[in-house]
């Protein structure tokens, strides 16, 4: 005996209930409850889909799916950082290196002109000012293409949502931007780190929200064969 | 042996071995044979597998595809290149395992 199109619809919603929102795992979860509903049937055919689908959660646990959504998240992250590092990098080779040299020198040569805190913060102000801007809009974006596939993949919440937490650390500093003592301005090695990170973090920040989200399809099409399903 | 907590350092391995040896396979699937190959001795949970499965997906070991099978999808895992490399250390790993633990429990054997 095989389940119909509205058990496995029915199986969809039961993972909804518990906790399982990205249709990635949603998916295959519901196969795997499935296939168990289909394999008792097949020994008591008198059981109801209701007992069989209980029976076939209550393997996973007391934990249900926690740990297989814990595990999914971290591996996705995992993919997620993977890509990001992956593009970082091409911004070390030719031709984006000579795009990253003129932003560190345009740091550099800035925070030697004068109050190196105020500088900073001008910096801030303006890299922050983006993010907030490019969050907004990806987060609209994300709304927007859930309401017309009603599905929620794990990746593509990462690309959409989650990029804005990398403007969180960089908003964490401000504070200690701020207390930065005025003569360390006049120290090169401080100048040339202080360069360097708000280089990195600029750079980090832009690939993102800008680039990563610009390559979110085929991201997605490489991460799950059964995105364009 | 059903319920030992023996085999949780070697689920790694058995997918990976599992996974050697057919070309593709999906989650339930891959309990069944351990349940069939161990006649039932060896109970790989659900609880245990998918998270084993998706951390050696994120380690590049195991890629993915997918197809329709009656109304449903269905997610199937197979070794990458690297994957293969790998299912070979660790078997040797566990091999070497065995025997260390045969010299321990019956030395005369070892």
Redesign the interface.
């Known amino acids: 005996m095989?389940?119909?199109?509205s058990q496995?619809q029915d199986l969809y919603v039961f993972t909804r209930q518990h906790y399982v929102e990205h249709y990635d795992l949603q998916?295959?979860?519901?196969?795997?409850l499935?296939?168990?509903i289909e394999?008792q049937w097949q020994v008591r055919p008198e059981l109801s889909f209701e007992d069989a689908k209980n029976r076939a959660f209550k393997?996973?646990?007391i934990?249900?799916f926690m740990?297989?959504i814990?595990?999914?998240g971290?591996?996705?992250n995992?993919?997620y950082r993977g890509y990001l590092w992956a593009e970082l990098k091409t911004w070390l080779q030719l031709p984006q290196v000579l795009a990253t040299i003129a932003l560190y020198l345009v740091f550099y040569v800035s925070f030697s002109l004068g109050d190196i805190a105020t500088i900073a913060l001008i910096f801030f102000g303006i890299i922050s000012i983006w993010c907030a801007f490019k969050s907004i809009q990806l987060n609209r974006q994300f709304r927007r293409r859930k309401e017309v596939s009603n599905k929620k993949w794990m990746l593509e919440e990462m690309i959409f949502r989650q990029a804005g937490s990398t403007m969180f650390v960089f908003m964490s500093q401000l504070y200690n931007v701020y207390k930065i003592p005025e003569h360390f301005g006049d120290n090169a090695y401080f100048l040339f780190l202080f360069s360097l990170g708000f280089t990195a973090l600029t750079l980090i920040n832009y690939i993102s929200l800008e680039v990563i989200p610009s390559k979110a399809e085929k991201l997605l099409n490489e991460t799950?064969?059964?995105f364009s399903? | 042996m059903s319920n030992s907590k023996l085999y949780k350092g070697s689920l790694t391995t058995i997918i990976l071995k599992l996974l050697n040896e057919h070309d593709k396979m999906y989650g339930y699937e891959i309990t069944q044979k351990v349940k069939e190959l161990t006649k039932g001795e060896l109970k790989i949970t659900e609880g245990a597998l998918y998270p084993a499965l998706h951390k050696l997906e994120a380690e590049g070991l195991l890629d993915v595809e997918v197809a329709k099978v009656d109304n449903r999808l269905r997610k199937y895992y197979k070794l990458t290149e690297t994957g293969t490399k790998e299912t070979v250390n660790k078997l040797e790993e566990l091999a070497e395992y065995i025997k260390t633990m045969q010299a321990l429990v019956n030395p005369k054997l070892a």
């Open positions: 095989k389940l119909t199109e496995i998916t295959e979860l519901v196969d795997h499935a296939n168990d394999a393997k996973f646990g934990f249900g740990d297989a814990e595990q999914k971290k591996a996705m995992k993919r799950y064969p059964e399903l």
